[in-house]
């Protein structure tokens, strides 16, 4: 009985002792502290996706906007009557247009605009170039 005594007053003594407190804190510490950084981690990850979403819905609200502008500039009577000049030479009551002649054939000739649309993000469109002189001497050799 008295072995078995000290042998219960050995094992009071260890499980009140500081040490296995304070092992037995740190592993509850520990335990605690594996779920709550993985859920801080999935919180910073979340977090940086919420920013990210946030930031795409700002650049598709300015790019909705931008196209807001242009419909309702395509929309205006400025852009009518600019391609109504343009595509059907068209003009205003008391307007004068004039012709430039075309030196080597003779026929009038209507000169291109420098740009073909004035409207926000679509400055200086311009038609289709003529053919450069590197690709005049292609045709010219091998056509």
């Known amino acids: 009985m008295n072995t078995e005594r000290k042998r219960k007053n050995l094992a009071g003594r260890f499980f009140s002792s500081r040490i ?11 335990l605690i502290s594996f779920p709550l950084a993985k859920n801080l981690s999935q919180r910073h990850k979340i977090n940086k996706e919420v920013e990210k979403m946030r930031e795409e819905i700002r650049r598709i609200e300015e790019k909705n906007s931008g196209l807001k502008e242009l419909a ?3 929309e205006s009577d400025q852009f009518i009557e600019g ?13 004068e247009v004039a012709g430039i002649k075309d030196p080597v ?6 000169s291109e605009p420098s740009t073909v649309y004035n409207m926000p993000g679509r400055e200086n469109l311009r038609p289709e170039k003529a053919e450069t002189n590197p690709e005049k001497w292609f045709k010219y050799f091998f056509n």
């Open 20 to 30: 296995f407190l304070t092992v037995l804190g740190l592993s509850i510490l520990t």
């Open 72 to 74: 309702s500039y395509l």
């Open 83 to 95: 391609e109504a000049r343009l595509k059907l030479s068209l003009k205003k009551n008391g307007e």
């Open 105 to 110: 054939s003779g026929t009038e000739k209507e």
